[in-house]
């Protein structure tokens, strides 16, 4: 069946470092990739999606790729800041069924200033 | 527009109790989805309504779980005879779903289940 497999955390960094969070998937089929973040007390947030190969999804100063030759969707951020501090969960979905999300494990971020 | 809301937020119950929980989408979201997460772990998917149909069930579903969305508006979540091992966040989402392209699921709060 399809999984996602995301980067171990928790990750820390300083303020203002650059961001690599991996995720790579395994589907059967020609699945959407979405980011979701869930900050502290807060609930599951979309923070950016890709339909299709080659497609960038970007918000926030974040931004994946969807790569089909490599099967991955990784997370970039160039300058992060303290509010950035988060779980992030990499998660797809089959676009021809009933769009159930299959999520990865999530990994914890924490920048310090 | 106020978003996915669940109810209630937190539940504390003795194994072997029933409990509902219920969700509210977002209004003229023909879907609906409720997905549990242990800590640590990602959401895992439980079940889905298109309208007031279910859909699809997962084999984490056991016979002890129940769901329903009648009218096709809010939809509830059944446990019977719970267990320690039902202690979880469980999560609604909901979506709207027209013709092609990929809808995006919103989450409501969660509601948190403690099993004692």
């Known amino acids: 069946g399809d999984s996602v497999t995301q980067m171990e955390g928790p990750v820390t960094l300083s303020e203002e470092a650059f961001l690599t969070i991996n995720c790579t998937y395994t589907?059967?089929?020609?699945?959407?990739l979405f980011w979701y973040v869930q900050y502290p007390g807060e609930g599951l947030q979309l923070l950016l999606k890709?339909?299709?190969?080659?497609d960038k999804g970007s918000n926030k100063g974040f931004e994946a790729t969807y790569r089909k030759e490599t099967t991955s969707f990784h997370l970039e951020k160039g300058s992060v800041q303290v509010s950035d501090s988060a779980v992030y969960f990499c998660?797809?979905?089959?676009?021809?069924?009933?769009?159930?999300?299959?999520f990865g494990t999530g990994t914890r971020l924490t920048i310090i200033p | 527009d106020t978003g996915v809301s669940q109810d209630p937020r937190h539940k504390i119950t003795k194994r072997g109790q029933n409990v509902t929980f219920r969700c509210d989408p977002i209004?003229?979201?023909?879907?609906l989805y409720w997905y549990r997460q242990t800590l640590g772990q990602g959401p895992e998917f439980l079940t889905y309504?298109?309208?007031?149909?279910?859909?699809?069930k997962s084999r984490l579903l056991s016979d002890r779980f129940s769901a329903e969305r009648p009218k096709g508006s809010f939809s509830t979540l059944e446990i019977q005879r719970t267990e320690q091992g039902d202690s979880a966040m469980y999560l609604c989402?909901?979506?709207?779903?027209?013709?092609?392209?990929?809808?995006?699921?919103?989450f409501g709060p969660g509601t948190r289940l403690t099993v004692l």
């Open positions: 989402a909901s979506s709207f779903r027209a013709g092609g392209g990929t809808d995006t699921q919103y």
């Open positions: 589907a059967t089929g020609y699945p959407s």
């Open positions: 890709a339909t299709k190969a080659d």
């Open positions: 998660a797809l979905s089959d676009k021809f069924g009933n769009e159930k999300l299959t």
């Open positions: 209004s003229e979201h023909n879907r």
């Open positions: 309504f298109q309208n007031e149909a279910q859909l699809e």
